[in-house]
């Protein structure tokens, strides 16, 4: 609905960019990509 912030418009989900660097929601579409260099930090 119009009402309805664009953010909130899906569930939250996890997107793991640790293995591959990048990502896309399964809901938008949205892809997600780490910048040139950066590492993803381990727990």
Same mark, same amino acid.
């Given at each position: =609905?119009?009402?309805? /912030?664009?953010?909130?418009?899906?569930?939250?989900?996890? +997107?793991?960019?640790?293995? =591959?660097?990048?990502? /896309?929601?399964?809901?938008?579409?949205?892809?997600?990509? +780490?910048?040139?260099?950066?590492?993803?930090?381990?727990?």
């Amino acid at each position: =609905t119009p009402e309805v /912030a664009l953010w909130s418009s899906h569930p939250r989900v996890f +997107l793991d960019v640790a293995k =591959t660097g990048h990502a /896309a929601c399964p809901y938008c579409g949205t892809k997600y990509k +780490l910048k040139a260099g950066e590492q993803v930090k381990q727990h």
